[in-house]
């Protein structure tokens, strides 16, 4: 079996988040382009501001524009020396924007002492969002801050629903539950569906019928009707 590197898919879709920096800077888009670093300027990175009075959560949200994908893992460069603010953040792959977010918890900063500042974290789970989200003040010294986020580059990887292979480019065997397969392999990430197959056994990687087709059925898939062709037989009368 062949596995393939996912694809970076922010640039199919669109970022939002709780709220910008002072002077239009710091705005959501800047955690999507490059450059890949954790150097932070208002420049390159996303931020809502430092307030001491808004304690309100901080999120960062990525839709993406063709709807649901199946997300393998994300990498998230957070702002150089500023870890303390980042300690306790949550990420989310959900089916809708709600905040605070409704659905599947990839990742929970729970261990003791600040985070790295650079995330790979593995997600495996189909959703149409990616939510950082962060309700956790932040000790600033002069003051304690409100939640803050400061991304500087997110990759979300992955492919599509529906998809796999390089750069996607390949359709889920038609075998797979509701068409949905792992970007990397190809194979079945809900099983594979026995209809046709005989004895009701199919391969949940490749979604093959493993026994063959039962009785007017053909293909791999046992999705197809064989071809029926007509034959006339014409006689030819010697003298």
């Given amino acids: 079996?062949?596995?393939?590197?996912?694809?970076?898919?922010?640039?199919?879709?669109?970022?939002?988040?709780?709220?910008?920096?002072?002077?239009?800077?710091?705005?959501?888009?800047?955690?999507?382009?490059?450059?890949?670093?954790?150097?932070?300027?208002?420049?390159?990175?996303?931020?809502?501001?430092?307030?001491?009075?808004?304690?309100?959560?901080?999120?960062?949200?990525?839709?993406?524009?063709?709807?649901?994908?199946?997300?393998?893992?994300?990498t998230i460069y957070y702002g150089k020396n500023f870890a303390h603010r980042m300690d306790g953040f949550k990420l989310y792959l959900t089916n809708a924007s709600t905040i605070p977010p409704v659905g599947y918890l990839c990742y929970e900063d729970t261990d003791p002492g600040y985070p790295n500042i650079t995330q790979n974290i593995a997600c495996n789970q189909l959703g149409q969002y990616v939510i950082y989200f962060d309700t956790s003040r932040s000790d600033e010294g002069s003051f304690i801050s409100g939640p803050i986020v400061e991304l500087c580059y997110v990759a979300i990887n992955g492919c599509n629903k529906g998809a796999w292979g390089r750069n996607c480019a390949d359709a889920c065997p038609s075998k797979c539950i509701n068409q949905h397969c792992h970007p990397k392999n190809g194979s079945c990430v809900w099983g594979c569906d026995p209809q046709n197959c005989v004895n009701n056994k199919c391969d949940k990687h490749t979604g093959s019928c493993t026994e063959g087709c039962v009785t007017g059925w053909v293909g791999p898939f046992c999705?197809?009707?064989?071809?029926?062709c007509n034959v006339q037989i014409l006689g030819l009368k010697l003298s």
Avoid: H
């Fill in 1 to 74: 079996m062949c596995y393939y590197l996912t694809v970076n898919l922010t640039p199919f879709g669109t970022a939002s988040q709780s709220s910008s920096s002072i002077l239009g800077k710091g705005v959501p888009e800047n955690a999507v382009n490059p450059p890949i670093s954790n150097k932070f300027s208002l420049d390159i990175c996303a931020q809502k501001k430092l307030s001491e009075r808004d304690c309100s959560p901080a999120w960062w949200m990525f839709q993406f524009s063709f709807g649901l994908a199946y997300i393998t893992d994300i």
């Fill in 223 to 228: 999705n197809k009707k064989p071809r029926t």
